[in-house]
């Protein structure tokens, strides 16, 4: 009888139906708090895929692989042990497949081995001497230095499992190199735990990802968008963004996580197009398996499911929910303040002056009133303007810098400088700064998340008449905000 071939659990079942990761999180429980531990982690390299089941990072021990045995004495008397295969059954890949794998990423990416890589076996449900009484089989397949058992003592698991304490390992580096696909552009930094699910979570027809601007949609969209490429790369792909300026950033996102994910995906064989296209293309009936969106239409569904194949999947994301397809709520947030993240749900905040001021009436002279405050706390770079009326913007531009000085300029000007920058409202999905001046007219259509969301630090919501108080009333719940 092979038991040892179980020793490599199948990753398929859910992790919460799964024994041992409870053994998993009472293992957790011995080691300090730079020690850092994920579960179910797949890595992909060209077409090849690992799972790793358990694993942790710590700064003196490098990367640690975790294996469970879960069988005790009673089950294992009489029986002997013999080397788990690929193609048994029940048996995963085998621990030293995964450590060439790993060790291979950490060469490719950084052309050096940055840390160790090291098996731990786990019993939880066997003690120290129970082991020396199994057959000698098992003694020679598992190293005892590198075994921890149900009666092992605290002190002892960090002799096992940290071994040299003398060295030290970057472990950024070592996060970088197993989860570079996970690695959210511009910012270099990991996504987080909700982050990545969002983008292992299985894509069967209609997903949409859900969340407030600054949740990091965009940067999601892209990164399930090029996982489900990568897992079948014969897929035919295209991408949407709603204006010319989201169409750039998403391709600049594309290029930024294929350099970081080591995929092996051409760029150039991914299609971003604006909304724009979206008829013509149906028009033309063009067909593609997987159709990603960002920032999507409700109304723009039927046309889009026009353009997919028979077994073709949507992916989209947006702000709201969308009743033809499966959410993915992401409830993190990056960019905004508590205040505003509350103030989008639709919820009271006593708080919200903070980083949104309402006013009415002359909006000119309330652009130089505010800017007159601004700038003598931080530099025009950082202040955005956005106007309703394209043909108002250009008199606006001349009544700031006849007040300040030449430091302002429109967003299509050839010569444009380091200054305030003003943009048509149209193009508020693709502005973010820290101070975001909007002007709207009295009827204004705008997403009221859309107008109050794009300022990291501060933004201020202008028009003629008091209409903007009730228009952005239900953002706020019953509390107004004004100056």
Not at 23 to 30: C, G, R
Not at 61 to 77: H, K, Q, S, V, W
Not at 226 to 251: S, W
Request: include cysteine; proline fraction near 4%.
């Amino acid at each position: 009888m092979n038991f040892f071939s179980k020793l490599f659990h199948s990753s398929d079942k859910s992790i919460n139906e799964n024994p041992v990761h409870e053994a998993f999180e009472e293992l957790k429980l011995h080691f300090d708090d730079q020690a850092e531990f994920f579960s179910n982690v797949s890595l992909f390299s060209q077409k090849e895929k690992k799972t790793l089941p358990y694993i942790m990072i710590h700064p003196r021990a490098g990367l640690i692989l975790f294996n469970f045995f879960n069988y005790n004495a009673t089950e294992l008397d009489g029986v002997t042990a013999s080397p788990a295969s690929e193609n048994e059954t029940h048996a995963d890949i085998k621990t030293s497949d995964a450590k060439s794998f790993i060790e291979l990423r950490f060469e490719e990416i950084f052309h050096q081995q940055i840390s160790p890589v090291r098996s731990i076996l786990v019993c939880p449900n066997l003690s120290e001497g129970e082991f020396d009484y199994l057959d000698e089989s098992f003694h020679q397949l598992i190293p005892k230095s590198l075994t921890l058992f149900n009666d092992t003592k605290q002190e002892a698991y960090k002799q096992i499992v940290l071994a040299d304490e003398k060295n030290s390992y970057d472990t950024d580096k070592i996060k970088q190199a197993l989860f570079a696909e996970f690695i959210l552009p511009e910012k270099n930094i990991l996504m987080s735990r909700e982050q990545q699910d969002a983008v292992l979570t299985d894509l069967h027809e209609f997903l949409n990802i859900k969340g407030f601007p600054g949740s990091g949609k965009s940067s999601i969209l892209v990164a399930k968008a090029l996982y489900e490429k990568m897992k079948e790369p014969k897929t035919d792909l295209i991408i949407f963004g709603r204006l010319a300026c989201n169409v750039h950033h998403l391709q600049s996102l594309i290029f930024q996580f294929i350099e970081n994910s080591h995929w092996n995906l051409n760029p150039a064989e991914i299609t971003v197009s604006s909304f724009e296209s979206i008829q013509k293309r149906s028009h033309d009936k063009e067909k593609y398996d997987l159709i990603v969106c960002d920032d999507i239409n409700e109304a723009d569904l039927g046309t889009l499911k026009r353009l997919l194949n028979k077994q073709g999947r949507l992916l989209s994301s947006s702000s709201y929910e969308i009743d033809a397809m499966t959410s993915f709520a992401l409830t993190d947030n990056y960019r905004l303040s508590p205040a505003v993240c509350a103030a989008c749900e639709g919820l009271e905040v006593e708080s919200l002056s903070q980083n949104l001021v309402l006013k009415s009436g002359n909006t000119f002279m309330n652009v130089l009133l505010i800017l007159k405050g601004l700038l003598q706390s931080t530099s025009a770079e950082k202040i955005t303007i956005l106007h309703y009326s394209r043909e108002d913007l250009l008199k606006l531009k001349n009544e700031i810098d006849a007040y300040f000085a030449p430091i302002s300029y429109l967003f299509d000007d050839p010569a444009k400088q380091e200054g305030i920058m003003l943009y048509p409202l149209s193009h508020v999905s693709c502005i973010v700064n820290d101070y975001v001046i909007v002007i709207t007219d009295d009827d204004p259509q705008e997403d009221p998340v859309q107008l109050i969301s794009r300022a990291r630090l501060k933004s201020f919501l202008l028009s003629n008449t008091d209409i903007l108080h009730h228009f952005i009333n239900h953002i706020k719940g019953e509390h107004n905000e004004s100056d």
